[in-house]
């Protein structure tokens, strides 16, 4: 089976500051990773994926992340960050060939101080 | 385009009753998947449907039902509902073993 492990319930940053939000997961077969952003009173957003090839993954609103098979992490990051990226942050892992039956974390909120 | 549509956006039931949540995904989408989101919690993956047959199951009770119909709209039934069955349900939909595209949820609370 497999689990994913969300560090960091809360990470406060000031606006323009670099953020990295940490996602570990658990599997003993191979697997695709996501993050999801999820807006208040939204659903869930693909922001970027990781199915095979290069480990360092680029997505959308400047947000970016590295797959690092050998301490099975998959880190969120953005060099600046700006007030509309305050939301929730999922991880989420699927075993290859499960037709995408997605594991999740419980979630990272991202704060923007001004 | 019309993205993942969920009806309704908000339901309050009582204890003991029953619960149909509505889903309809994108056009050409044949798979539908349902999630459960508990307020502080990641998603729980609950069903995944493709053409009318289920792929796929998470550790919920039987009191959880779903379907899909030949327009590959869903239905997510909930029986005997308890206080903790209030939640957001997530409805996604995608080509099968393709990117899941997720609605804006139902949010259900049972008083």
């Known amino acids: 089976a497999q689990s994913v492990t969300q560090l960091d319930s809360q990470v406060p940053v000031f606006e323009e500051a670099p953020v990295e939000l940490r996602c570990n997961y658990s599997s003993s077969v191979s697997v695709y990773l996501f993050w999801y952003v999820q807006y208040p009173n939204q659903g869930l957003q693909l922001l970027l994926k990781?199915?095979?090839?290069s480990t360092l993954v680029k997505g959308i609103n400047g947000f970016e992340a590295e797959f690092n098979k050998s301490q099975t992490s998959f880190h969120l990051r953005k060099p600046s960050v700006h007030i509309s990226d305050t939301a929730e942050y999922f991880c989420?892992?699927?075993?290859?060939?499960?037709?995408?039956?997605?594991?999740w974390g419980a979630g990272t909120k991202l704060i923007i101080k001004p | 385009d019309a993205g993942v549509t969920q009806s309704p956006t908000h339901l309050i039931k009582t204890r003991g009753q029953h619960v149909t949540l509505r889903c309809s995904p994108i056009s050409g989408h044949k798979s539908v998947s349902w999630y459960q989101q508990v307020l502080g919690q990641g998603p729980q993956f609950i069903f995944q449907y493709y053409e009318k047959e289920e792929r796929g199951r998470g550790n919920f009770p039987d009191r959880f039902s779903a379907r899909q119909f030949p327009n590959y709209s869903s239905e997510l039934n909930v029986n005997a509902l308890l206080l903790g069955d209030s939640a957001l349900y997530l409805c996604?939909?995608?080509?099968?073993?393709?990117?899941?595209?997720f609605g804006q949820g139902t949010r259900l609370t049972v008083v």
């Open positions: 996604a939909s995608s080509l099968l073993g393709g990117e899941a595209f």
């Open positions: 989420a892992v699927t075993r290859v060939g499960s037709n995408y039956q997605l594991i």
């Open positions: 990781y199915l095979s090839g």
